[in-house]
C-alpha cells in the first residue's frame, strides 16, 4: 500500500515531529484518564460482549443458546448456595465486571436472593434490575443476600455515547494518517480524545494496541522491553472486545492473528484481509490439503493499525500459493530473522503448505516437523507428513 503510512519505527517523519513539537518528557501530560502510562500491567478486568447464540455456563462449561435458557440451566443443573446475579445471560463472579453498553432491565437477572442493596442502601430486589439499567457510568456496588450468605458484586459502568466513539475513531485517523507511530504520536492522541471521555475505555484499549507495536518493533522512543508487547496486546484484545466498531474489531483481530487464535480473529472481522487470512489458516489446520480461500486487498483503516511484521506476513499468506514461489526465500530469510514465535509458526505452516503444493516433499517434511510437537499444531503437523508420505 504505497503512500499510506503504516505503523513502523522512528523515522524521519517522525524525528521531525519529534523536534517540532514542545514535549517534556516526564511531566503529567498524557493519561489523564487512567494515570499510567505504557508501563500499567492488564488488569484483566472481564467485559461484556454480547456474542449472539452463545450463552457459557461458568458451572459447567456447557453452552446454550438463549438467556432464559442459559438461566433455567443454571438453577436446575447446580445447587445454589449463594445468591446469583447473571447479566446477559452470563454470571456475575467476584471480579469487577465493566459494561459499556447499555443494559435493559430484563438482562438482568437474580435468583436465590431475598435481601438487596445497591451502593450500601437497601432497595427492593424487584428494583435492582431497573437500577442498574439506568446507570449509565460509576461504580456499582450489589450485595444480594439469602439466609446470612451474602454474594458481592461490583459492575463499573462506562456506557459509551456514539458521540464520543466516533470522535475517539475520528482523532486517530487523523494522528495516523498524518505521521509514522511513536510514543508522542500516542500522547497526541491521547490529548486529542481527551474530551470524548465515556469511551475511555475504547481510548485505553487502542493505546495499549500502539505501546504494544512499539514494544514490538523496539522502535518510536518506546522504553518497554520487546516481550512487553504480548501483555499490551492482550489488554488491547480485552478492553476493545467490549466496542462493536470496526477499529475494535479490526485490532482485535489483528491482536488473535499475531497469538494465531485463528478461529476467533476471522470471527472478530470476518470481512478484514486479516480475518480472511486468519480463515485460510483455519482451514490449512483443519486440513492441510486445502487450498484455502485467498483474496487480496484491506481497508484503509486496517493498513493504519497492521504493524510491520504482521503486514509482511498477511501480505504473503493473503495470495495465491502459486504466486508465492519466487518469494520462497524472501519468506525463509524473514522467517530466520523473526523474534517473535508466533509469528515463525505462522510461516512455517505458510511454507509447509507452499512446498507442499510445489511438490517439494523435503522442504515441505522440514517446516511440518518444525511443529511436529508444537501445540496447537501438531494435529496439522502430522497430517501434512502423512499427506507428504502419500498416506
Ligand atoms: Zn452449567
Avoid at 504494544?212 to 522512543?221: M, S
Wanted: with cysteine.
Amino acid at each position: 500500500m504505497p503512500g499510506t503510512p503504516r505503523l513502523s519505527g522512528l523515522t524521519d517523519a517522525s524525528l521531525r515531529l519529534l523536534t517540532s513539537q514542545k514535549f517534556v518528557r516526564g511531566t503529567a501530560m498524557g493519561f489523564w484518564h487512567t494515570g499510567y502510562g505504557e508501563f500499567h500491567e492488564p488488569v484483566g478486568l472481564p467485559q461484556f460482549k454480547p456474542q449472539p447464540g452463545r450463552f457459557l455456563c461458568t458451572q459447567c462449561g456447557e453452552v446454550h443458546s438463549s438467556q432464559d435458557e442459559m438461566f433455567r440451566h443454571r438453577l436446575e443443573a447446580h445447587p445454589l448456595y449463594r445468591p446469583v446475579m447473571l447479566v446477559q445471560g452470563r454470571e456475575l463472579g467476584t471480579n469487577r465486571v465493566r459494561i459499556t453498553q447499555p443494559l435493559l432491565a430484563a438482562d438482568v437477572e437474580i435468583a436465590h436472593c431475598d435481601r438487596a442493596s445497591l451502593n450500601g442502601s437497601d432497595i427492593p430486589i424487584f428494583r435492582l434490575p431497573h437500577e442498574l439499567a439506568a446507570a449509565a457510568s460509576g461504580i456499582c456496588r450489589v450485595v444480594l443476600s439469602k439466609d446470612g450468605a451474602d454474594a458481592n458484586f461490583e459492575l463499573d459502568f462506562r456506557i459509551a455515547s456514539s458521540k464520543d466513539l466516533e470522535g475517539v475513531e475520528e482523532q486517530f485517523k487523523r494522528i495516523a494518517r498524518g505521521s509514522r507511530l511513536d510514543t508522542h504520536v500516542i500522547e497526541k492522541f491521547i490529548a486529542a480524545t481527551e474530551e470524548f471521555n465515556t469511551a475511555v475505555g475504547y481510548d485505553d484499549g487502542i493505546c495499549a494496541y500502539l505501546y504494544g507495536v512499539l514494544a514490538k518493533e523496539q522502535a518510536g522512543g518506546s522504553t518497554l522491553p520487546y516481550n512487553a508487547y504480548e501483555g499490551k496486546f492482550n489488554k488491547a484484545a480485552e478492553e476493545l472486545a467490549a466496542y462493536d466498531r470496526s477499529l475494535a474489531q479490526t485490532i482485535g483481530s489483528l491482536v488473535t492473528f499475531h497469538f494465531n487464535q485463528f478461529q476467533e480473529s476471522a470471527r472478530l472481522s470476518p470481512e478484514s484481509r486479516v480475518g480472511r487470512v486468519s480463515a485460510r489458516y483455519s482451514d490449512w489446520i483443519e486440513s492441510p490439503d486445502s487450498l484455502g480461500q485467498y483474496t487480496t486487498g484491506m481497508d484503509e483503516l486496517e493498513g493504519l493499525v497492521t504493524d510491520r511484521e504482521t503486514e509482511h506476513i498477511l501480505g504473503w499468506a493473503s495470495r495465491p500459493l502459486s504466486d508465492l514461489v519466487k518469494e520462497s526465500p524472501a519468506i525463509e530469510k524473514f522467517l530466520n530473522h523473526l523474534s517473535a514465535e508466533y509469528d515463525r509458526k505462522k510461516l512455517h505452516i505458510l511454507l509447509g503448505q507452499l512446498y507442499a503444493q510445489l511438490g517439494d516433499v523435503e522442504r515441505a517434511m522440514r517446516h511440518a516437523k518444525t511443529l511436529r510437537n508444537v501445540s496447537p499444531f501438531q494435529g496439522w503437523a502430522e497430517a501434512l507428513i502423512k499427506m507428504l508420505r502419500g498416506g
